[in-house]
């Protein structure tokens, strides 16, 4: 099987390790710079024409940019173990679900880089949401918290952290000669937004390219600028950050990696598993480690490749697993070339997966995918589509966040317009296919396509094998396990029966609005 991510023999799950390193000054250090909720396309250096993202576009021309970069997971909490682990989410326990913990059994790269003398830390959002000391972890696993530095926000919905001078703080503190390893995360571009920032910076919403999933409605152009007003926010935290280093002399002995954690925060996106779920923006800029600049690279990475590589940068040479030997891969491989398009024939394809991504269905339910994105085509396994893919209508649909164009396509659908609230919020079949290349907005389902036939057929069956080499618990029929995790938050377990019984639990991200007044099935 020509899947280098899947049987290579590099690994690093683990909990013992014996760990070889270069000299302090010959390390780099890392600064990693993760969004909350910015799909693939957003971005200037990846197309957009109407969102500002100087600092990542630099970053990618100085560096490489990654074509088919892909999260582990649409939702916070999972697509952030996998970073910090390197481990896809269906080999994480409860660190699967969102609203959970990540056992501490699940050592992270950060405790690694700091048991070889790297100095560690983070500002704003780091593993997040959960309860750590569930799972006997007693800080963020992201590092030690700097938040002492605030602003004022240029707009509501944005958080006062200062992400940048909060970085300056950390690096304050960083001994003579130490590397260190820091995680900027903002909170941005995360819900909610000001209503009408868009238009007050200046922005047209005749440029909004609509995506084919929403109504062409001035509510939907409105709302897509408000939120390109928060990714810009993101971005310049990060530019600040690049500068700082520029000054001090230590940028290209750095390595800079500009993300996010998953896809926009809209219907049919976040929490789901289409392109616009899992395709992630990446660039990444390292001078003194990686060959060439302005590279486009088009090979096939998620989010489990990131923690090996920073291993391998900074000369963590061996390490004694605690799991079985599958994990991520990394990524000198692309470093050490200087070409652009496919750099490595073998990353060709990625897996992708979801569990519970929120509350508001019986029994703890989540709603179960697994996926493989290989060339042009994405294929997706839907474990239980009985289930509502977005929630429960009864239950305020609170797998989908509160917006102006979620309250749009329920209104629809509640004077008779079905269309778009079928798209976003409807049952889905077991089976979906899409040739993304073509359809990047995955609206033309082509599962029952005769001509697709084989196609469908040796995708499930490659995912499948793959799932089962990695242990996945929903290829020997213990799925439901998923299910059984409890909450980290007595308050969320049980939300549905507690609901239908008339128990009033306060769902902050979804409005009243939301709830349908009767069942839909």
């Not at 270069?22 to 890392?30: D, G, L, M």
């Not at 910090?84 to 056992?103: M, V």
């Not at 690694?112 to 972890?137: C, H, M, N, Q």
């Not at 891969?329 to 997966?353: C, M, P």
Request: charge should be neutral; glycine fraction near 10%; hydrophobic fraction near 35%.
């Amino acid at each position: 099987m020509n899947n280098s991510k899947a049987f290579l023999p590099v690994t690093f799950i683990f909990a013992i390790f014996v760990a070889s390193f270069e000299a302090a000054e010959s390390r780099p250090n890392i600064l990693f710079c993760i969004s909350d909720d910015q799909s693939y396309a957003l971005a200037g250096a990846n197309g957009d024409q109407v969102v500002k993202t100087p600092g990542f576009d630099r970053v990618a021309r100085e560096g490489l940019r990654f074509i088919h970069a892909f999260c582990d997971a649409p939702t916070c909490g999972p697509s952030r173990s996998a970073i910090l682990t390197g481990q896809p989410i269906w080999r994480l326990e409860e660190a699967g679900n969102i609203h959970s913990t990540l056992p501490a059994k699940f050592a992270t790269y950060t405790e690694l880089l700091e048991d070889v003398g790297y100095a560690i830390g983070f500002t704003g959002k780091g593993w997040s949401p959960g309860r750590l000391e569930a799972g006997g972890r007693t800080t963020n696993p992201a590092g030690p918290r700097f938040e002492g530095k605030e602003l004022k926000p240029p707009f509501k919905g944005m958080t006062k952290k200062d992400y940048a001078g909060n970085f300056d703080e950390f690096l304050a503190q960083v001994s003579k000669d130490q590397p260190f390893c820091f995680w900027l995360g903002t909170h941005e571009p995360h819900r909610g937004f000001e209503n009408g920032a868009g238009r007050r910076t200046g922005k047209d919403p005749a440029k909004v390219v609509v995506p084919p999933i929403f109504p062409d409605h001035p509510i939907v152009r409105s709302d897509i600028l408000d939120y390109y007003v928060e990714i810009e926010h993101f971005d310049r935290m990060v530019a600040r950050a690049i500068k700082t280093l520029e000054t001090a002399g230590q940028l290209d002995n750095t390595i800079v990696v500009i993300t996010s954690d998953h896809g926009m925060p809209f219907p049919r996106c976040k929490g789901q598993a289409y392109d616009y779920s899992n395709h992630i923006p990446l660039a990444i800029r390292w001078p003194q480690g990686i060959k060439g600049s302005n590279r486009q690279v088009d090979d096939f990475v998620n989010f489990t490749d990131l923690a090996p590589t920073f291993l391998e940068a900074a000369g963590v040479k061996q390490i004694a697993p605690l799991m079985q030997p599958v994990s991520g891969h990394s990524l000198f491989d692309i470093f050490a070339s200087d070409k652009s398009g496919q750099v490595i024939a073998s990353r060709d394809h990625v897996l992708l997966g979801k569990e519970r991504h929120d509350v508001g269905r019986p029994n703890n339910g989540g709603y179960p995918i697994r996926g493989i994105r290989k060339g042009d085509h994405l294929y997706l396994h839907n474990f239980e589509p009985d289930r509502w893919p977005g929630g429960n209508p009864e239950t305020g649909y609170l797998n989908c966040d509160a917006s102006p164009i979620k309250t749009l396509l329920l209104n629809q659908r509640r004077t008779g317009d079905y269309k778009f609230w079928r798209m976003n919020f409807g049952k889905r079949p077991t089976e979906e296919l899409f040739n993304v290349t073509a359809n990047r907005d995955c609206v033309k389902d082509l599962a029952q396509s005769k001509a697709q036939a084989k196609l469908k057929t040796a995708l499930k069956t490659q995912l499948f094998n793959e799932l089962k080499e990695q242990g996945d618990p929903r290829m020997f029929g213990r799925g439901a396990v998923f299910d059984q995790y409890g909450f980290a938050s007595e308050m969320w377990n049980n939300f549905y029966e507690k609901f239908q019984r008339g128990q009033k639990i306060r769902t902050g991200w979804v409005l009243p609005s939301d709830y349908e007044k009767e069942k839909l099935d």
